[in-house]
């Protein structure tokens, strides 16, 4: 069931298009992560929802409720969406209490309880409830914005960036608290991000965004196993795009035979496959005689960055490539564990672990 | 234009004393003291009068009818004319920062540029238009007109600055445009409001010549009048000593009801641009605020003048009698403006330079006696002048040194805000490229501080411009600047011969006014 239906949203600045025709469903109590490099239209989109513009034309849902139709809207202050800002835009003029009831009535039955049943359930020390904005870290900022947002139980929630002021080790944390916390309560939830890992990791459903339309839209597996273009899934991950021909089931490729995920037959294809689906293992120059069906490479590279390992791996005898020309002497990037990584001249023979993706 | 705590300091970052120049700043540190102290003198002499009049006397001259009149007028003045300008100015604010109001920027400057003309220019066109206006309203009336911009100015740069993340963030908790204003917007301006109100305050209580045409009795008028009568009389001291209390009642009020509160952005990274609200049908009747606001503050001057000048012709342009002027009022302003920065360079220095508790004490010398009005300063100035060193009385010497002492916390300003953009890490740089100390400092810090340093010249030398009360309280025989001709033409009912003087006045405001503005938008960052 569909909870949230955007459909054909466009948005102008001037001349320039933020949003050229939008399409997206979003299912009650899920998670939606919109992801896309910075200037892609993510931000315009999660403004449209909120209410804070209108958009040119299109229709935004909400359960049932149309919140715009064209460039008739319901206001911001009637939708009752939660938002939860890049840096938490915390009322600096405000105590954290405060801040948590700023949506609540000022009289509202039990008020002071719920601001300090809130502030549990995010996670926040009851002593912090009395200070001030700039006291605290940036940590504790967001989680007082997400209790803000909570207080007025809304019916959809959206995190513009949320996460992107934090550091690191606390993003991680933050992404995992917020996301169970979220589904706890049953808030359906977008999630505005450049990140992709954070995209991948925090949502059930991943909208890739560029150029002010969706390139894609899908589960996080679907989407970096199987992305739709070279774009998509290079801004998912790193990519290894190879020319192919393909038929029954399988691509000849300058990696030798592949299994792929499409029957059709085609001469000339690009596939894809993830660094991580090629394995490696050590021999040597004499183990690579007397076996012509299998592949073998030489590493070229390797630097060394703690648990990960970045090597290059040269081709010594792809098979029957294409136009082996122009991938013949482009070396394989790949990641492995630091530790027993191979080293620059040894000699690996590379296998493929599950299929290659085929792009339409 | 007397006392001049312009636009609140600015809160600017502290940098680390600097250690290796202890002998130097020490020197510095003297020169600041001493100039402090100095500028305590006009307090310092109130409290010595009362102690020399003796209580009896003291109680006798504050404490009876007149004094409580004047106290009621002075009063009812602040109470009545500081709310209302504190209304105009967010509503004007508001209109040409955040609305998408037709020709916004115009009209922000057109807001501004009632300062260009001093306060008794104003009333002189309201007096000759509406002969009839007097009294308390009429009070009212005019010192909006004059004085709301020093609200507007610091508002409007408060409410630029505002992140709109914050009202945003409102909205989206439920509530409607009307509530974000009242419960996120205007909090976050209390310090803006809170500081131009105590500008505009001080300013009521130490202006004179706006009172005196549309005959208004307050304190400053009263001390005027009784030492033009008396000359230096105890009844003139004690209403000097009221006055006092009142500035520092106003002083006491302002830093209550501001707090202790915090209004900067909290967090990280830039504010998103903020958007301006569409005023849709509501544009022409928007529009008719700052058009009648405008007709009032600068449509009635020019009129006048205009009409003065037309019924004048060129008989009213004795170019001799206006050129003398105009040199003395030069040579005075620039005069004073050098004396005043230098006196605030050592401060502006140590401020920046090595921070500290005795930096703040003395800072806070240097402001109050900004907050002081004219008419008390003066009058300290020819008491002492008189009992301990005649000969100074009427010198350009004392002329000069209450300029210095009035306006000194103008200078200090943007001395201050220059000399941060002049980080000492520059100075350090040039010395490890081979430049010797002075030749560092002369190429980093005050190659970069010069062109604050000149704008705070030119703002003190504004003030001075259109002074009058302390002027004529203290100029040396004979002179007779721009401001004392046009007073005293003015007060013969010649308003022809005076017309050219105002106009020269406001002409030569106007580019100041311009800075001023230019100013108040790069606090604002934009």
């Given amino acids: 069931m569909s909870f949230l239906e955007l459909s054909g949203i466009h948005k102008h600045y001037g001349p320039v298009a933020a949003l050229a025709g939008v399409d997206l469903s979003v299912a009650s109590g899920s998670r939606t992560a919109i992801v896309g490099p910075s200037g892609c239209g993510k931000t315009t989109l999660l403004r449209l929802i909120a209410g804070f513009e209108a958009p040119d034309q299109g229709r935004i849902v909400l359960d049932g409720e149309v919140l715009a139709d064209g460039d008739t809207a319901v206001p911001a202050h009637r939708r009752g969406i939660g938002l939860v800002a890049q840096d938490g835009a915390l009322f600096p003029h405000l105590s954290i209490a405060a801040n948590i009831g700023f949506g609540m009535g000022r009289h509202e039955e039990k008020r002071s309880e719920r601001i300090a049943e809130l502030a549990y359930v995010v996670g926040l020390d009851k002593g912090i409830l009395k200070r001030r904005p700039h006291e605290l870290s940036g940590g504790q900022q967001q989680r007082v914005a997400l209790a803000r947002a909570m207080a007025m139980k809304p019916r959809l929630m959206l995190l513009d960036e949320p996460f992107s002021a934090l550091d690191t080790g606390l993003r991680a944390s933050m992404r995992k608290a917020v996301a169970e916390l979220l589904e706890t309560a049953g808030i359906t939830t977008i999630l505005v991000t450049h990140d992709q890992a954070e995209a991948l990791s925090f949502a059930s459903q991943v909208a890739v965004m560029r150029d002010g339309n969706f390139s894609q839209v899908g589960t996080p597996r679907e989407l970096y196993f199987k992305p739709k273009d070279r774009m998509v899934a290079e801004f998912l991950g790193d990519a290894i795009v190879l020319p192919a021909r393909i038929a029954d089931g399988f691509a000849i490729s300058p990696l030798g035979r592949i299994a792929v995920d499409s029957s059709e037959r085609r001469d000339v294809a690009r596939i894809m496959l993830r660094p991580e689906q090629v394995l490696l293992k050590r021999t040597s120059r004499e183990g690579m005689s007397g076996t012509p069906d299998m592949l073998f490479g030489e590493v070229t590279e390797s630097e060394f960055a703690g648990s990960m390992c970045t090597i290059a791996v040269r081709l010594l005898n792809s098979p029957d490539p294409p136009d082996a020309a122009a991938i013949g002497n482009t070396p394989l990037i790949l990641r492995k564990p630091g530790m027993d990584a191979p080293a620059i001249g040894e000699i690996v023979r590379l296998t493929v672990s599950g299929k290659a993706h085929v792009f339409a | ?526």
């Fill in chain 2, 1 to 526: 234009m007397q006392s001049a705590i312009d636009l609140a300091p600015s809160g600017l970052p502290d940098t680390t004393a600097v250690r290796a120049r202890r002998w130097s700043v020490s020197w510095i540190s003297l020169a600041a003291v001493f100039v402090s102290l100095f500028a305590l003198l006009p307090l310092a002499f109130i409290i010595w009068v009362a102690m020399q009049t003796g209580w009896e006397t003291v109680a006798s001259l504050v404490f009876r009818p007149r004094v409580g009149e004047l106290l009621v007028n002075t009063s009812l003045l602040v109470v009545l004319a500081v709310p209302i300008s504190i209304v105009l100015s967010v509503m004007l604010a508001w209109l040409t920062e955040r609305s998408d109001l037709p020709g916004a920027r115009l009209w922000a400057w057109l807001s501004v540029a009632p300062l260009a003309i001093p306060a008794f220019v104003h009333s002189y066109a309201w007096i000759t238009m509406v002969p009839r206006l007097h009294g308390l309203w009429a009070g009212v009336l005019v010192s909006v007109i004059a004085y709301f911009p020093f609200l507007y100015l610091p508002v409007a740069a408060a409410l630029r600055r505002l992140d709109p993340a914050l009202e945003d963030a409102a909205a989206a908790l439920g509530l409607g445009p009307w509530r974000v204003f009242r419960r996120v917007v205007l909090p976050q301006l209390r310090l803006a409001i809170c500081g131009g109100s105590l500008l505009v305050g001080l300013h009521l209580l130490a202006e004179y010549g706006l009172y005196v045409f549309i005959r208004f009795d307050t304190f400053t008028t009263a001390i005027v009048d009784q030492f033009q009568s008396t000359f230096n009389g105890p009844a003139a001291n004690m209403l000097a000593g009221v006055l006092v209390t009142c500035c520092f009642v106003l002083l006491g009020l302002e830093v209550l009801v501001r707090g202790e509160e915090r209004y900067a952005r909290v967090g990280s990274g830039a504010a998103r641009q903020q958007q301006r609200t569409s005023l849709g049908r509501a544009t022409i009747p928007c529009l008719l605020l700052p058009a009648i606001t405008t007709l009032l503050a600068l449509g009635v001057p020019f009129a006048t003048i205009g009409r003065w000048l037309m019924a004048g012709g060129a008989d009213v342009w004795r170019l001799d009698e206006i050129g003398l002027a105009l040199g003395q009022t030069l040579f005075l302003a620039i005069a004073g403006a050098l004396l005043a920065t230098v006196a605030a360079m050592p401060m502006a220095w140590i401020s920046i330079r090595s921070p500290g508790r005795l930096q703040r004490v003395l800072e806070g010398c240097n402001y109050i006696v900004g907050a002081l009005p004219g008419v008390v300063i003066a009058l300290a100035l020819v008491t002492i002048a008189v009992r301990i060193a005649m000969p100074l009385y009427q010198t350009l010497f004392t002329i000069l040194v209450a300029y210095a002492l009035m306006f000194l916390p103008r200078a200090l300003i943007s001395l201050r805000a220059s000399i941060a953009q002049a980080p000492v890490e520059l100075e350090r740089a040039a010395s490890s490229l081979g430049r010797s100390p002075l030749k560092a400092l002369w190429s980093t810090t005050i190659r970069l501080s010069a062109p604050g340093a000149a704008a705070g010249m030119a703002l003190v030398a504004l003030g001075i411009m259109n002074e009058l009360t302390a002027t004529q309280m203290l100029a040396p025989n004979g002179t007779r600047t721009l401001a004392m001709a046009f007073w005293s033409y003015s007060g013969e009912i010649d308003y022809a011969s005076a017309a050219p003087y105002a106009l020269i006045m406001v002409a030569m405001s106007l580019p100041l006014t311009w800075l001023l503005y230019v100013q108040s938008k790069r606090m604002a960052g934009r």
